[in-house]
């Protein structure tokens, strides 16, 4: 059975229209256009099966063109997700080759990773970029100072001279500054392990600053704060990174305290450089 002219012209001139609109290259374009004029020029008895069977032909290299597009796209948010949590992995991992000794975490004068040129070490070990007073509010200087205070996490429980929480220990872990089954009670006794992880906590801190271009603001005020390298380092230590970035994008607006009423702002102004 044969479909009269008609019908094949209202879908030849539909497959036209929709191949103009959805075509995503001027090839099509150009080969529709001239598939149409041939029709047009044909008298509405005189078209053949044939005639229409070519938006068929040409259909299917759309489909196939398009399909290619889609997976190309898709190749490129694959290497560009790849290419993001690699370099998300290089800030958080050590750099390879870096001194360790025996016991499993950095040496104390070791920095793991970041700009180890522009900073200096003091004969206490630490990295001239830990803000010796946040040593004094945090622990009075005391090695084995604890208490049961939630961090961030709600995991209950900060240790040693910095009063490290229970997440950031993880992340030294993680980092390998710190043997992985290292307890708190073992940090605390440890200085070699306190300092080393204070040194890649501050560094950590700092190449975080500099990527989110914070360090730009040094000598600036937020929300009548001052803004400082050892200032944000310790507003950063008290809040977690995205404490002070919280901060410094509300204008001092984000401001929260911790159990003892201490806020960010109250850090950043107490611990100037």
Same mark, same amino acid.
Not at 172 to 198: L, N, R
């Given at each position: 059975?044969?479909?009269?002219?008609?019908?094949?012209?209202?879908?030849?001139?539909? $497959?036209?229209?929709?191949?103009?609109?959805?075509?995503?290259?001027?090839?099509?374009?150009?080969?529709?256009?001239?598939?149409?004029?041939?029709?047009?020029?044909?008298?509405?008895?005189?078209?053949?099966?044939?005639?229409?069977?070519?938006?068929?032909?040409?259909?299917?290299?759309?489909?196939?063109?398009?399909?290619? *597009?889609?997976?190309?796209?898709? %190749?490129?948010?694959?290497?560009?997700?790849?290419?993001?949590?690699?370099?998300?992995?290089?800030? /958080?991992?050590?750099?390879?080759?870096? !001194?360790?000794? $025996?016991?499993?975490?950095?040496?104390?004068?070791?920095?793991?990773?970041?700009?180890?040129?522009?900073?200096?070490?003091? %004969?206490?070990?630490?990295?001239?970029?830990?803000?010796?007073?946040?040593?004094?509010?945090?622990?009075?200087?005391?090695? /084995?100072?604890?208490? !049961?205070?939630?961090?961030?996490?709600?995991?209950?429980?900060?240790?040693?001279?910095?009063?490290?929480?229970?997440?950031?220990?993880?992340?030294?872990?993680?980092?390998? #500054? #710190?043997?992985?089954? *290292?307890?708190?009670?073992?940090?605390?006794?440890?200085?070699? %392990?306190?300092?080393?992880?204070?040194?890649?906590?501050? !560094?950590?801190?700092?190449?975080?600053?500099?990527?989110?271009?914070?360090?730009?603001?040094?000598?600036?005020?937020?929300?009548?704060?001052?803004?400082?390298?050892?200032?944000?380092?310790? *507003? %950063?230590?008290?809040?977690?990174?995205?404490?002070?970035?919280?901060?410094?994008?509300?204008?001092?607006?984000?401001?929260?305290?911790?159990?003892?009423?201490?806020?960010?702002?109250?850090?950043?102004?107490?611990?100037?450089?």
């Amino acid at each position: 059975m044969c479909l009269g002219p008609t019908p094949y012209r209202i879908i030849g001139f539909a $497959m036209v229209w929709c191949a103009l609109v959805c075509s995503p290259t001027a090839m099509f374009k150009d080969e529709v256009s001239v598939i149409n004029q041939n029709l047009q020029n044909k008298s509405p008895m005189s078209i053949t099966p044939f005639d229409i069977s070519q938006f068929g032909t040409l259909a299917q290299g759309f489909q196939q063109q398009a399909t290619n *597009m889609v997976e190309a796209g898709r %190749a490129g948010l694959r290497k560009q997700a790849e290419e993001f949590a690699m370099s998300d992995l290089q800030d /958080r991992m050590p750099t390879p080759g870096s !001194n360790k000794d $025996m016991a499993g975490y950095g040496k104390p004068n070791t920095l793991i990773g970041g700009p180890q040129d522009e900073i200096t070490f003091g %004969a206490d070990g630490f990295a001239s970029n830990v803000p010796r007073s946040l040593i004094g509010s945090e622990s009075s200087g005391d090695w /084995r100072a604890s208490n !049961n205070e939630k961090g961030s996490s709600n995991r209950e429980g900060h240790y040693g001279i910095l009063q490290f929480g229970l997440d950031r220990l993880d992340d030294a872990k993680k980092a390998g #500054i #710190i043997p992985q089954d *290292m307890t708190p009670e073992q940090f605390m006794d440890s200085e070699k %392990a306190q300092i080393s992880t204070s040194n890649w906590h501050f !560094n950590d801190i700092d190449k975080r600053i500099r990527k989110r271009g914070f360090d730009k603001l040094i000598g600036q005020k937020i929300g009548g704060t001052p803004v400082s390298w050892d200032g944000m380092r310790s *507003m %950063a230590h008290l809040g977690g990174f995205g404490g002070l970035s919280n901060f410094i994008n509300s204008g001092g607006k984000s401001n929260p305290s911790d159990t003892y009423g201490t806020s960010l702002s109250d850090y950043g102004k107490q611990h100037q450089n």
